[in-house]
């Protein structure tokens, strides 16, 4: 008799932590260290989870298969946050000292190297397609970052712009998670080419939604205004900007101003809260998480289908 699908999807993840450490394992004390500092400190695991709840919609696949999908897109993801964090000079990943502030930033690049060259490794065991989406998702989450650093081309719209980078470096790789989970279990092209569409759009709800809780929430472990401070663009400010509305002057003031002092980033965060914009940037979500749940129609009913379904809703619920 098969296992239930929760039991199912928990013991596949718990058996995915143990591989994903052992993938992180180098010739060198030293390197295997900096390579796990980042996946020992925990995360989400979200590319993984979806490639085995996408793993759901095909029965040719097997569980190595799967397996080795998963440690793809997550090794793929963590690479990237080394690359980031020393693009970003950011001092703290998931509640610990980041690596480029633990090793520098020379280690760091270099070892976001070495977890990028273990996600090839394992991709070209599972096949020429896979390798194809890899490569292919790769250049994305490259061009999104140098789109991100250069900024909108002069006279173009801030906001499209950052919805293009959302969706070059989060979305894409949340679309190649489905896609993997789909491709390695067998499941049908039409299937694919759904969940490919799906991750594409919830991978972009995932970055706005995180934008609202960067000004509402204070209850999710990352200090509220974090964004706001470092000057990252993120929906609710580019939407004010927007609107270009006169009575907006002091609140766009005090955002482009300096906010190291925590009173003035308090009364920054108060007036935004306080703002329309908050709930059109909470609509937006809520269109992004429609398109998402639209792509899911011709997917067949059951566990797996229910889980997406229940994606879309927890980012638009945590938003809010």
Avoid: W
Avoid at 17 to 28: G, H, I, M, P, Q
Avoid at 145 to 170: F, R
Wanted: aromatic content about 6%.
């Amino acid at each position: 008799m098969a296992k239930p699908f929760e039991v199912r999807l928990q013991e596949r993840l718990e058996r995915f932590e143990t591989l994903l450490s052992d993938a992180a394992v180098a010739n060198s004390e030293f390197v295997t260290e900096a390579a796990q500092h980042v996946i020992s400190a925990g995360g989400k695991r979200f590319r993984p989870m979806l490639v085995f709840v996408a793993s759901e919609f095909g029965d040719a696949g097997d569980e190595d298969s799967i397996q080795r999908a998963a440690m793809v897109m997550e090794l793929t993801h963590v690479a990237s946050l080394y690359h980031d964090d020393v693009m970003d000079e950011a001092d703290v990943r998931r509640g610990a000292p980041s690596a480029n502030r633990f090793y520098g930033n020379s280690v760091a690049i270099l070892v976001g190297d070495f977890l990028f060259s273990q996600a090839s490794y394992l991709v070209a065991e599972l096949g020429v397609d896979f390798v194809k989406l890899q490569a292919q998702t790769f250049a994305r989450l490259v061009q999104g970052q140098i789109a991100e650093t250069v900024g909108p081309q002069e006279g173009g719209d801030a906001l499209t712009h950052y919805l293009q980078v959302i969706a070059d470096k989060t979305g894409s790789l949340i679309a190649a998670s489905a896609c993997f989970g789909g491709m390695a279990s067998g499941a049908p092209r039409e299937i694919v080419r759904a969940l490919d569409a799906f991750g594409e759009e919830i991978g972009v709800v995932f970055q706005l939604s995180d934008d609202v809780i960067d000004i509402n929430s204070d209850v999710t472990g990352k200090t509220p205004g974090t964004d706001l401070r470092e000057g990252v663009p993120t929906l609710p400010v580019l939407m004010l900007r927007a609107e270009n509305n006169p009575a907006d002057a002091e609140l766009l003031s005090l955002i482009d101003g300096d906010l190291s002092d925590d009173a003035t980033l308090a009364r920054a965060l108060e007036m935004l809260r306080a703002h329309p914009v908050m709930g059109r940037a909470q609509a937006e979500i809520r269109r992004h998480a429609d398109i998402a749940r639209s792509h899911l129609a011709i997917l067949p009913d059951g566990d797996a289908k229910d889980a997406l379904l229940q994606v879309c809703d927890e980012l638009v619920t945590r938003s809010t």
